[in-house]
């Protein structure tokens, strides 16, 4: 990114001011390093975002942003539904809700490789991954309307976890007025049978190891210590998201006229909040953000059941669990004023900071655990929100390491049998069903997630608490 | 213009781009691409066939909408697509997709495909043919 015309108000904090009729001003989030690295279409899409109706604040980046579509992802956007405000499907993704969930288990690293490789076998065995997989829950259209009203909480109610589980998640577990109705016939068949499946691409699972601690009083809030043994899990809202997400994304583009909405970009489609097509797209973004939440839910019972064959002990129970794809209405103090928000938060974790009210008791003395995967030989990072996170993106950080390779330059230039070779001999034990994808996700291809969280510390969004190193990695 | 299809890169995700003599060979070339970021489609058997029938207020939302299509079907069905024939008439699109269903083994396939944006979108008429493109989310 050319640096030359932005302001630099802090060494991590850079603004674009406004201008040819931007309502407010974007704000990208980074160390000068990564913002030279950073792609030019995120100021121009950081830009657009700050042309939207009813926009409040900032358009915000996140030290992660790249290129997306309309919205950058790692963008961070809230709009007043008062002040002619908008929803964007492009500013939530395809994968609606898409987040990261992870479980301690109680064990040592000793423990894991001791059983590294037949784990790993066993984990790949019984977690559907990878393109056209199916799980074995089949929903009918009753269990359907239930699962996506009800999230992670309709679930538990079905033996796949426990009443404790959802207090350690978003929403606690369900998130309200989900519109089962505003979802098509297509999206509800696409998910038929891929209920308590990982996916493909960047979706994956992880047996990590905490290999540092940055925060001890907060880690030991979380319960983090060294050479604990967490699992970490990585994925959204299969099939069906992606359906909502298409259908609206064209709806919003085609009637967007209709609404008085002139887009510099129809990428950038949306609808007022208060249409019936806003409307309806937030009901069915909810029940999205439920499915992903039954999703994961799901597949943390298998987890379980898998863990519980080799280590009957184990209990694994959940640290927390985040969306990073996702619109959700909050309230924030704006100018001195407590108002209620619309934040799209687009490849960006809510990042809510000690003594928030939304967080279970126990973690309000540290504030949320904002979990950030990274790549399959990098690792992942636990953050926590801090108070001042709330007064600079609405409460929100990165969520990841951010692709620096293209998908097709990545293929072009490594062989999957190499990577999954190098991975071995540093002792992490992949398993996938694609060699293709295994370049793909090579670890090259990404950004370095500890500048990421770095950037992500040195701007006040949240602090680093620990950082986990992969010992086996299932990838879809 | 002969037909053929190409990728093209989009940071996090992937563009498939089509040419044709026609607009209609250029929508098919397109969802070659789309299969092959699954998939190589030579390696897909032309066995079953699906039907398609789209709408759309232009041409470029018509190609997305085609896209998106195929993408449903691909999922409903756990299926890979070998060849597309598109007939097109304004802004209305009727095609059918040859293929097989999915065999993990032998397709070997590296991602699946959310869904078809408009980013980068382009349906065009170019010297002696058409292109068309967007970007998919994988």
Known sequence: MDLRTLHRLAPCVWEIPRRNGMHVPAVVYASEDLMREMDEKVREQAENVARLPGIVGASYAMPDAHWGYGFPIGGVAAFDAGAGGVVSAGGVGFDISCGVRCLHTGLKRADILAVQQPLADALFEHIPAGVGSTGAIHLNSEQMHDMLTGGARWAVERGWGTATDLERIEEHGQIPHARPGCVSAVAKARQREEMGTLGSGNHYLEVQEVAEIFDAEAAAVYGLAPGDVMVMIHCGSRGLGHQIGSEFLLRMAAEAPAHGLHLPDRELACAPIHSDLGQEYLGAMRAAINCALANRQILTHLVRVVFSTRFPAARLPLLYDVSHNTCKVEQHRVEGQRRELHVHRKGATRAFGPGHPELQPALRPAGQPVLVGGSMGTGSYVLAGNASSEGLAFASACHGAGRAMSRHQAQKTWHGRNVLDELARRGIAVRSPSLRGIAEEAPGAYKDVAAVVDATQAAGLARKVARLAPLICIKG | ?138
């Not at chain 2, 993990?104 to 980068?120: C, F, I, L, S, Y």
């Open chain 2, 1 to 138: 213009m002969h037909s053929h299809w190409e990728h093209f890169d989009h940071g996090a995700d992937i563009g498939v781009r089509g040419f044709g003599p026609t607009e209609a060979a250029a929508f098919e070339q397109a969802a070659l691409a789309l299969t092959a970021v699954v998939a190589d489609p030579e390696a897909v058997r032309a066995v079953d066939r699906v039907d398609f029938d789209c709408e759309a207020p232009d041409a470029e939302l018509l190609l997305v909408h085609w896209l998106n299509a195929v993408i449903s079907q691909m999922a409903l069905h756990r299926m890979l697509f070998a060849r597309y024939q598109v007939q097109i008439h304004g802004h209305r699109l009727t095609a059918h997709a040859l293929g097989e269903t999915l065999c993990a083994p032998r397709h070997g396939p590296a991602v699946e495909v959310k869904g078809a944006t408009v980013t980068a979108l382009r349906v065009a008429r170019l010297p002696g043919g058409w292109v068309a493109q967007t970007v998919v989310d994988v």
